[in-house]
């Protein structure tokens, strides 16, 4: 039985120490390195794929790891070779989950990430990223902030990631985002089938994304695995959608029971879907695409030696 995503208890938090964080990844065909300061997550998404059987407490127990930006700075001072790809922040976790208004992990990582003119990009649920929008603002286009949003609907947000920031305040911060100049992406990921799948779901994700500036839209459509099926089920049923278990089940051609690997939706429907999505995002004048902006950098290391004086915003101790 899968474990329950929703929960009225706050998760516990506890530090550890890493002994590496910048690691190569590798998703849908993207290749680069990225950067992890937590382990497990508060956002609580039902449908979150980095909810491994070897992190049974993922929502309930996050770590954060304390020595993160003094690990990353000495992995950056002995990189092999002299130029690095962009590195993604985060891929396992959200890096602006509560916890980093307690730790500042995130925001201490990404100085480093500038202090070697490394290109980086952020990806968030959350509205807590507009603490840090005066230091993504200063790092110009070497880095492209992405929030993932998949719904504007606040009575499904709330029942699917009830830890997630709500659209519209999401749009407010990005909106300051992009007044500030910083490239920012919106991704709708993942689209959840006979739930947020609708015309009415996505024209209004991607009306707000052209009202707030965002220049860059994608997205992709729900991966089932044996653990997301069990969560999915209890979401269908809390939306009281018709029909929704059978339907998945002919939409993701599942037969019970799932193995852990991922099994993707129907190629009959996943090209209406995201033919419907391209086509809004196009009649917007907006590129439907994940932008190859960011390219490989060499490191800087003219700044190996100086000291590296962290800004801290908020509480950063235990
Ligand atoms: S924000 Fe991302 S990592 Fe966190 S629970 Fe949601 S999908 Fe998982």
């Known amino acids: 039985m899968s474990r329950l995503w929703y ?5 516990k938090y506890e530090l550890k120490k890493a002994k590496s964080v910048i690691h190569p ?9 990225t950067v992890n300061p937590y382990q497990g997550c508060q956002h609580r998404c039902a449908y979150c794929y980095a909810t491994y059987e070897w992190s049974p407490e993922f929502y309930d127990k996050i770590y954060a790891k304390s020595n993160a930006p003094e690990i990353l700075e000495k992995e950056l001072q002995s990189w092999k070779g002299g130029t690095i790809s962009p590195v993604m922040v985060a891929s396992a976790t959200d890096p602006y989950q509560p ?11 990404v100085e480093i990430l500038q202090k070697y003119h490394v290109p980086y990009y952020v990806f968030t649920k959350s509205a807590i990223i507009e603490r840090d929008i005066d230091l993504h603002s200063k790092y110009g286009q070497n880095c492209l902030v992405v ?19 709500p659209a519209n305040r999401i749009f407010e911060v990005i909106q300051r985002f992009t007044d500030a100049g910083v490239p920012c992406g919106v991704n709708v990921d993942p689209i959840m089938p006979l739930i947020t799948d609708t015309d009415e779901e996505l024209d209004a994700i991607v009306d707000c994304c052209k009202q707030a500036g965002v220049k860059y839209i994608f997205g992709a459509i729900l991966r089932m695995r044996q653990d997301i099926w069990e969560r999915m089920k209890q979401v269908l049923n809390l939306l009281a959608v018709p029909d929704g278990e059978s339907r998945y089940k002919e939409i993701y051609e599942i037969v019970d029971p799932l193995t852990k690997a991922y099994i993707p939706c129907n190629r009959e429907y996943a090209k209406r879907t ?13 590129c439907p695409d994940f932008p190859g902006c960011l390219r490989p950098q060499k490191i800087d290391r003219a700044c190996i030696g100086q000291t590296t004086i962290f800004s801290f915003t908020e509480t950063s101790s235990d």
């Open 7 to 11: 929960s009225a208890l706050a998760p």
């Open 25 to 33: 990844f590798s998703i849908q065909g993207y290749t680069g390195m």
């Open 99 to 109: 916890a980093e208004l307690k730790y500042s992990l995130t925001r201490r990582c």
């Open 147 to 165: 929030w993932s949003i998949t719904t504007a609907n606040e009575r499904k947000r709330r029942i699917i990631e009830p830890g997630t920031s």
């Open 274 to 286: 995201t033919n419907r999505l391209i086509e809004k995002i196009k009649s917007h004048g907006l």
